[in-house]
Every structure is written in structure tokens, then in C-alpha cells.
């Protein structure tokens, strides 16, 4: 998890895995500008061997920035979450 000076946190594809290098964004779960809780599953990733849900790390508002369909390598922005 990652917090930006303005307080928004983060959202980048995971390492699932030792050598995953890119993960593919199924569906997400939760729409931009909705409430989510700490621990609410926001969207599902699909690995090369499997899929996996992906919970928020924190509360707030989800801000999406990676788009479903689209693979990302693994440190790749893909959302945060906003105070609020």
C-alpha cells in the first residue's frame, strides 16, 4: 500500500506470484467515484496460472484508472482510493 502526500492510496497490480510479471484486470467490482470499505473486494485479476480478488487496503472513494480487459505489468498504477 501505497500513500500519497494527499492522502489517496495507491492501487497497483500485485505480485501474486514469484514470478508473475503482468496480470490482466477481469472485472472491477466496484465503480469509480462508489464508497469502499477496507478489505471489500474491488476487482478481479487473471495471472497467467490463476485469477485472484483483489481487496481494497484501505476505506474511501475508488478512483479507477485500469481499465478491464487490459493486462498491466505487476507495480503498474491501476486505481486509488481518495480520503473521504
Avoid: C, H, N
Avoid at 510479471?21 to 470499505?37: F, M, Q
Avoid at 485472484?52 to 498504477?77: F, H, M, N, Q, W
Amino acid at each position: 500500500m501505497t500513500a500519497s502526500a494527499d492522502g489517496r492510496v495507491v492501487l497497483r497490480i500485485p505480485q501474486a506470484a514469484v514470478t508473475m510479471t503482468e496480470g490482466t484486470i477481469v472485472e472491477w467490482l466496484a465503480g469509480d467515484g462508489e464508497r469502499v470499505a477496507a478489505g471489500q473486494v474491488i476487482y478481479r485479476l487473471e495471472t497467467e496460472k490463476v485469477e485472484i480478488d483483489v481487496e481494497s487496503p484501505a476505506s474511501g472513494v475508488l478512483r479507477v484508472r485500469g481499465k478491464a480487459g487490459e493486462t498491466y505489468p505487476v507495480g503498474e498504477e491501476v486505481g486509488a482510493i481518495e480520503p473521504g
